[in-house]
C-alpha cells in the first residue's frame, strides 16, 4: 500500500487546514485509513481514522475541530482541521490497515505515509 500525505502548512491560531491521503495498491473499499502525529519532544499520538466500515473515531483533543472523511471515487481520506490550536502543531502522518477496529493503535498500521508538518502559530 502507498500513501501519499498533503496539505500541511502554516495557519494562526483558529485558523483552518485541510490534509489528504491518497492511497493506493489496495482496495480502498477495503482499508481503514488513520492520522497520527507527532510534536517535537512528544510521543506519536492518534489523532482519528475512518474505518472501511464507515466508522469514524477521534482523539479527545480533536473532537468538534477535526472531521474524517472519506472520498471513495478518489481513494482518499481528508483530515479537515478547524479551530486550530498551538498544540495542533506536529508532523501529521496517515496509515493504512486491514481492520476495522482497534484504529486507535499505532500497532493496527503496517502502512505509513511520509509526513506533512502543521504549524499553528499562537
Known amino acids: 500500500v502507498q500513501l501519499q500525505a498533503s496539505g500541511g502548512g502554516s495557519v494562526q491560531a483558529g485558523g483552518s487546514l485541510r490534509l489528504s491521503c491518497a492511497a493506493s495498491?489496495?482496495?480502498?473499499?477495503?482499508?481503514?485509513i488513520g492520522w497520527f502525529r507527532r510534536a517535537p519532544g512528544k510521543e506519536r499520538e492518534f489523532v482519528a481514522a475512518?474505518?472501511?466500515?464507515?466508522?469514524?473515531f477521534y482523539a479527545d483533543s480533536v473532537k468538534g475541530r477535526f472531521t474524517i472523511s472519506r472520498d471513495k471515487a478518489k481513494n482518499t481520506v481528508t483530515l479537515q482541521m478547524n479551530s486550530l490550536k498551538f498544540e495542533d502543531t506536529a508532523v501529521y502522518h496517515c496509515?493504512?490497515?486491514?481492520?476495522?477496529?482497534?484504529?486507535?493503535?499505532?500497532?493496527?498500521?503496517?502502512?505509513w505515509g511520509q509526513g506533512t508538518q502543521v504549524t499553528v502559530s499562537s
Open positions: 495498491g489496495r482496495t480502498f473499499s477495503s482499508t481503514s
Open positions: 496509515a493504512a490497515a486491514a481492520f476495522a477496529l482497534g484504529l486507535r493503535a499505532a500497532a493496527q498500521y503496517p502502512y
Open positions: 475512518a474505518s472501511w466500515s464507515g466508522g469514524t
